[in-house]
């Protein structure tokens, strides 16, 4: 999942709350670099919905999308 | 009318003579008249342009229809080892279509770096020497292992882009010269986010000199509007902040229109199938088609080509344009002949037309190599929302990047 926040602020107080409350969680996600957003990796399901219940107020949570390569052999 | 094959020892004569015996250049004739790498044209001829051709100092021969060989053979046995290997049409004959080699006397892409979000590339390919491939390790899934490709189409792709036959490697790319960042993912949109994130952060810091330019073979097989990718989606943002940044960003449009997915009619030019970020305004989305340049002949599979508007598009229909597919070309860490490579070989095409746009006028930003590719691509006949703009044309593109300020 990606995390989008409005501006580095809300970013770094969420990820702050994150750390104090789930180490765990904390340690799968990446900030950004160019925008204030948060790319979460490596979660299960259970550390997923800690993160959709308790972003909100701080960003928004986007679901991770599987694209897949648009290659020949599938014709 | 029927066909034959014309020689000459000067191909560039030969190109000169085609386009003035039937027409300029590569008008259609019945089917394509075309000349190969090898300096051989095949085309449609009526008996006063094979006496025109004659007197010109060309060798003419008439096409021979073979019959199957069943049972016995009837007109030689030759031993297994002494058959000569069919020649196939490949990527050689797609860069002289797009009129690659023309721009090559301009540049080769020296100094540009293609970003290839794909598979990943297979690292004992002769098509990417050493001094062909950025040192750069992206920390992403695949950090530390991005020149693998388990999958074959990665390969496929940054060769399309960027090969060279320089250093043993049996095909050069569009640009043959330009520097290769071999970006392997996994393809969830998380991953791709980190690497655009890595590359926009290494092009600050300067770890990449010089511009860059991300091809992106890769989508949503749908047929309708993707609910999983609403258009506030971060993965859109950080493309975009990679156009912000200078650097043009390539999507191929799409494989859903025809058999592969959608079951649309497949000589239509709608509905639309061309979705999310690949149809965005800001990227160049590329179409595929045939040898014959069209993708609305159900016998081959470039009708499966996904159609315009494309759903984000509103000031730029998409496709943008369209690059031909066919023959062969490099599949992980070997050559395989395919009747076409998807819209993923035609995306890398652009991207390497990019490069070279680049290496010329370094400073154009993203909107005007989009519209330099656009604006001399060689129109053709179908709907813009099956070809676009046409199909892309190296050497005018290369030569209109010249002379823009």
Sequence with gaps: MILKFKEDAARTAFLTKVRSEREDIYRGLRPARRLPQVVATGLNQEQIDWVNRHVPGFGKAYADVQFETFEPAQA | MAKYFVKMEDSEELMHLASVTLGSPFERRGSSPYVSERGVLIADMEEDDVAAMENSGAQVFEDIEFDHLSGQAEYWEPAPTEAAPAVALGLPDVLEQIRAPDAWATTRGRGVNIAVVDT??????????????SSLDLQSAYAGHHWKDSKGHGSMCATIAAGTAAHGGRFNGVAPEATVISARSTLLASDIYTIYDELLNARANEVIEGPLVISNSYGLYTCSPPLSLPVNHPYLDIVLAAIDDGVPVVFAAGNNHYDVKCNHNPAACQPNSIWAV?????????????????????????????RGPGQWAQEYLKPDCVAPTYGEVVWGCGYRVMDWWGTSGACPQVAGLAALILAVNPLLSPHEVAEIIRNTCRALTAAPTCVGRGIIDCAAAVSAAESTP
């Design chain 2, 278 to 306: 690949n149809s965005h305004d800001r990227v160049l989305s590329v179409g595929t088609v045939n040898q014959a340049e069209t993708n609305q002949d159900p016998s081959t599979p470039h009708a499966n080509s996904s």
């Design chain 2, 120 to 133: 990943g590339i297979c690292d004992t390919l002769q098509e990417f020497p050493v001094w062909k491939r």
